[in-house]
C-alpha cells in the first residue's frame, strides 16, 4: 500500500545491483511513493547486474559512478539534479565490499591493501558524497541521508571480518556529517542497522545461512527482510522523521537488545550434554554432542 510519503522528492540511490539488493527494494519503495530518483553504481556492476532494468521500471535513469571517486561523485550530482530538475531530497548509500572477505583471508592475517579497499568502498564513500553534496549544496533542508549497516560495528561476529571495522567507521561518519550538515542545511543523516539479509555483498560472508538462522532464532519478531528495510528507509526519507538525525538505528527485530532467548538457552544446554551412553551431564572429551 502507498501512502504518497514521498511525493515530489528527489533522490539518489546507489547500490541496487540486482532483485536481491536491499537498494533494489528502495528504490521500488521509493517509486510507488511518489519519488523520483536516480540509480548509481559502479560500471562493473552496472554491466553485470540488472540495474538498467530497474531504471526502466521505475521510469529514471542509471547514472555510472564509483562512489571512491570525487570526481565521478560531482558528476552524479550535476547529471541528478539535472536529470530530476532540482535538489535533491534523500539519498541511500548501500555500499559494502571486502577484498578480504572475498579471498577467505582470517582477521588476524589481513591484507593492509585489502583493507585500505574496505573501508574506501563501504566507508569513506560515504563521507565522500556528504562531502561533495555539501560542496555543491546539492540536497535541500530537512533532506535526509541513510547508509545501512549492521550490528557487527558494535559486536564481533565470526566471520564479518573487516567489514566489521567498516561499519563502525560509517556510523561514525553520520555521527560527525550529522552535526555538521544538520546545524548548516537541517540535512539529517542516519545509520539503519539491518538484520543479516542474503544479499550479494551478504552471501560472502563465512558463515551466512548460520547467521541468518542464528539472528532469526533470536529476535523476538525475527530477521527483518529486505522488502521491510525498505519500508523503513522510506519513513526516514519523509517529513515524518525531520527531527531523527545522527542516529544508528536497529531494523532487526529486536536481536541488538536480546542477551539470551530461551530458545537459544535450550539448545546451548542440549549442546552440553554428552550424547552417548556414558551418563555425564557435562561435556565429554570422547565423544560428540547434540
Same mark, same amino acid.
Given at each position: 500500500m502507498a501512502y504518497n510519503l514521498l511525493k515530489g522528492k528527489r =533522490?539518489?540511490?546507489?547500490?541496487a545491483l540486482n532483485s536481491s539488493s536491499i537498494a533494489w527494494k528502495v528504490a521500488q519503495r521509493a517509486y510507488e511513493e511518489g519519488a523520483i530518483f536516480t540509480l548509481s553504481n559502479t560500471g562493473v556492476a552496472m554491466r553485470m547486474g540488472d540495474t538498467a532494468q530497474l531504471a526502466e521500471e521505475c521510469k529514471t535513469v542509471a547514472i555510472e559512478a564509483d562512489?571512491?571517486?570525487?570526481k565521478d561523485l560531482e558528476n552524479l550530482f550535476? $547529471?541528478?539534479?539535472?536529470?530530476?530538475?532540482?535538489?535533491?531530497?534523500?539519498?541511500?548509500?548501500?555500499?559494502?565490499m571486502s577484498p578480504n572477505v572475498r579471498k577467505g583471508r582470517h582477521y588476524s592475517d589481513l591484507d593492509y591493501n585489502f583493507l585500505e579497499k574496505t573501508l574506501d568502498i563501504s566507508?569513506?564513500?560515504?563521507? @565522500?558524497?556528504?562531502?561533495?553534496?555539501? @560542496?555543491?549544496?546539492?540536497?535541500?533542508?530537512?533532506g535526509s541521508v541513510v547508509a545501512l549497516s549492521y550490528v557487527a560495528a558494535q559486536r564481533t561476529f565470526y566471520g564479518y571480518n573487516d567489514m566489521a571495522d567498516a561499519k563502525?567507521?560509517? $556510523?561514525?561518519?553520520?555521527?560527525?556529517?550529522?552535526?555538521?550538515? =544538520?546545524? $548548516?542545511?537541517?540535512?539529517?543523516?542516519?545509520?539503519?542497522?539491518?538484520?543479516?539479509?542474503?544479499?550479494t555483498a551478504g552471501s560472502g560472508v563465512k558463515g551466512i545461512g548460520n547467521l541468518l538462522d542464528f539472528g532469526d532464532r533470536m529476535s523476538p519478531l525475527g530477521n527483518a527482510t529486505a522488502e521491510e528495510c525498505a519500508d523503513y528507509c522510506i519513513t526516514l526519507f519523509s517529513d515524518l522523521t525531520k527531527k531523527v538525525t545522527m542516529q544508528n538505528l536497529f531494523h532487526d527485530g529486536g536481536f541488538s537488545s536480546m542477551g539470551m532467548s530461551m530458545r537459544a538457552l535450550t539448545q546451548y544446554e542440549k549442546g552440553l550434554d554428552c550424547n552417548c551412553e556414558c551418563g555425564r551431564d557435562e561435556p565429554c572429551d570422547d565423544h560428540k554432542y547434540d
Open positions: =533522490g539518489i540511490i546507489f547500490g562512489a571512491t571517486s570525487v550535476d $547529471e541528478s539534479i539535472k536529470a530530476l530538475g532540482g535538489k535533491i531530497d534523500f539519498i541511500l548509500h548501500s555500499i559494502g566507508a569513506v564513500s560515504f563521507h @565522500k558524497v556528504l562531502q561533495v553534496a555539501r @560542496k555543491k549544496d546539492a540536497i535541500n533542508p530537512w563502525a567507521l560509517l $556510523e561514525s561518519i553520520a555521527r560527525s556529517f550529522g552535526y555538521i550538515y =544538520g546545524r $548548516e542545511r537541517n540535512v539529517r543523516i542516519n545509520t539503519v542497522s539491518q538484520s543479516p539479509t542474503m544479499t
